[in-house]
C-alpha cells in the first residue's frame, strides 16, 4: 500500500469540516467590528453592509406605503418637513448619505427608520407637535438610528446568535453557515421595526440632540414632545377602555424612553449653553393648519358613532359606549365589558353566503341558527357560538353581506356572556344600520381638518373642546393635543389646536 500524501484526506467531510471552522472562528473574535465615527464606539455589523440597508430600504418602502395609507398629499407640507430632515442630516455624520424622508398618511401617532435612510414620520404625529423643534427632534431621533446602523447592528448580532447556536449542526453537516444565516430578504418588514435596545435608544436620542443643537433648535423640545406622547398615549388607552393600563399606541411601542433618559441624552450630548436655540412655533402651526386630521376619506371616516366610506358607498353605526379605530384594512369598535365589533370586507365570488359563512369565514367556530337575512335591501347570513379568546370566554356573532359582485361586509360581534343580552340590541342595530350610500351622500363625506385658531377673551379649553366633532373625551382630546394639564388657563391672543368638520 502507498503511503498517503500530505493533506490527501483535507478533502470531502474534512474540508468542509475545516471551512465551517474558518468561518466560525473570526465570529467568535468578533470579527466586522468597526468604530461608528458617530457614537465613537465599536459596532458589530457583519452581516448588513450599507449597500445591504440601502437595498432592504428600497424594497421595504412600497410595504410600508401600503400598510400606513401611503404618502401624505400635500406638497407644501411635505417638503417643509423634508427640508427640516435634510438640514438635520447635513449636520450629521452622514451628510452625503442618500436620506428618503416621507410624510405618511397615517393618524397614528408614530415615527420609525428603515435601512437605508428611510425616515418616516406620521400626520398623526404633526398635529400632536406644537412646534418646528418638536417635530425636528423626532426627525433627529430617527436619523440617529441611521446614522448609528442600529438596524445593522441588530440584524447582525442576531445572525451571529443564530450561527452560534448552529454551530454545531455547521460543522456536523459541513454545510457551511445554517440556513436562513445572513438572508436579509426574508427577515421581514417588521423585525426591522421592532423595538431598539436601550442602549441604541439613548444613542438616538443623544445623537438626536446633537444634530438639534448643530441646527440651531432647542433640545429641551425632545423632553418636551416626549410630555406630549405620554399624555397621547394615556388618552389612547381611555379611548380604548381601559385607562388604568398605559398601552403603547404610537411611537412609544418602538421607543420606549423616560423624561430621565432624554434628559441624559442631553447630558452626554455636551451641548454647551447660549445661543439662539429656535423654536419656530408660528411657522409650524400655519404649515399643519388645515391639515388632515383623523381619517383619510379614502380609508372611511369616523363622525362619533358613524362611520362612511366614500369610495365603497356606504355607512354603519356603532352602539352608545362603543369607540371605534379605523386602519387601512378594517374598523374595529372598543364597548362595555370588553366587548368588540369587527368590520372588515372581504373579496371572493359566493354562491351561498351561509356555506360562506359556515365552511369559509366562520370554519373555526360551531355556528348555530346560521340563517339569511335581509340588511335594508342586501342579502346577509348571520350565525352564533361561542369562543375562547386571551380575555377568556366570548360570545360570536358573524354576519355576511353580500356587497355587488365579489364584495362581502362583515361584522363580527364578540360579547362577554355576562354581556350578550344587554348588548343584544344594540348591536342587531348596529347590524340593521349598514346601508348604501346615495352618490350624493358618499360625495358629501369629508375628514377632520386640524384648525389653528387665536383664543379670545373668555375662552377656556372646556368651552372651545365642546365645539369639536367627537362624541365623548372632547376635552381631554384638546388638551392633549395642546400639551395642556388640566384646568390650564389659556391666554387670549395665543395659538392653539382645534379640530373643525
Known sequence: MAPARAGAYI????????????????????????????????????????????????????????????????????????????????????????????????????????????IYITRGLLALADNEAEMAGVLAHEIGHSVARHTAERYSKAVAANLGLNILGAIGGALGAPPGIGNIASFGTQAYLQAFSREQELEADMLGVRYLARAGYDPAAMTSFLRKLQANDRLEAALSGDPGKEKSFNIMSTHPRTEDRVNQAIRLARIAPGGALRVERDAYLERIDGMVFGDDVAQGVRRGREFAHRELRFRFEVPPGFVMFNSPDKVIARGPGKSIIAFDMAEKAVTSLTAYLVRD????????????????????????????????????????????????????????????????????????SFRRLTLKEARAIRPLRLAVIDVGPGDTAAGLAARMPFENFRLERFETLNGLARGQPLTPGSRVKTVRD
Open 11 to 118: 478533502n470531502g467531510p474534512m474540508k468542509r469540516f475545516l471551512g465551517a471552522l474558518v468561518l466560525i472562528l473570526p465570529l467568535l473574535g468578533l470579527s466586522g467590528c468597526s468604530v461608528n465615527p458617530a457614537t465613537g464606539k465599536e459596532s458589530f455589523t457583519a452581516f448588513m453592509s450599507r449597500a445591504d440597508e440601502m437595498e432592504v430600504g428600497a424594497k421595504e418602502h412600497p410595504k410600508i406605503l401600503k400598510q400606513h395609507g401611503g404618502a401624505y398629499r400635500n406638497p407644501g407640507l411635505t417638503d417643509y418637513v423634508r427640508r427640516v430632515a435634510l438640514a438635520l442630516t447635513r449636520v450629521s455624520e452622514t451628510p452625503d448619505f442618500p436620506y428618503t424622508i416621507t410624510t405618511l398618511n397615517d393618524d397614528a401617532v408614530n415615527a420609525f427608520a428603515l435601512p437605508g435612510g428611510y
Open 361 to 432: 369565514w366562520g370554519r373555526r367556530y360551531t355556528l348555530r341558527d346560521v340563517e339569511i337575512i335581509d340588511v335594508n335591501g342586501m342579502e346577509a347570513a348571520t350565525g352564533h357560538g361561542r369562543t375562547q379568546t386571551r380575555n377568556g370566554a366570548r360570545d360570536l356573532r358573524l354576519v355576511a353581506i353580500r356587497g355587488g359582485g365579489k364584495r362581502i361586509f362583515r361584522f363580527r360581534f364578540l360579547t362577554p356572556p355576562e354581556w350578550t343580552r344587554r348588548l343584544a340590541t344594540d348591536l342587531r342595530r348596529a347590524t340593521y
